[in-house]
């Protein structure tokens, strides 16, 4: 179970199709390239496909394990499913 999501009764995450990994680099960090099928933002997990980045935007997360400047690692991307 991701105690991420079942911490609080909010849950935010996008779905979608994974382009590319590490090529592109963002502030020395370098990122998932992934296009959005799917958003859900909010309390009890909402859905609200029709806003923030919309469907087929491209997000670009950094990649799990990429120190942060507090200390500790990102570890955002939760799920990588192979087609």
């Known amino acids: 179970m991701d105690t991420r999501i079942t911490a609080s009764n909010r849950v935010d995450f996008v779905e979608g199709k994974v382009i590319a990994i590490g090529e592109i680099v963002h502030e020395g960090c370098p990122r998932y390239t992934i296009q ?3 958003e ?3 309390a009890e997990g909402v859905d609200s496909s029709d806003v923030c980045y919309g ?4 997000v670009h ?3 799990n ?3 942060k400047s ?4 990102t570890f ?3 799920a990588i499913s192979l087609e």
């Open 36 to 38: 959005i099928s799917r």
């Open 61 to 63: 997360p950094p990649l």
């Open 65 to 67: 394990g990429t120190p």
């Open 70 to 73: 507090l200390g500790g690692v």
């Open 55 to 58: 469907i087929g935007h491209l």
């Open 76 to 78: 955002g991307v939760v």
């Open 40 to 42: 859900c933002y909010g």
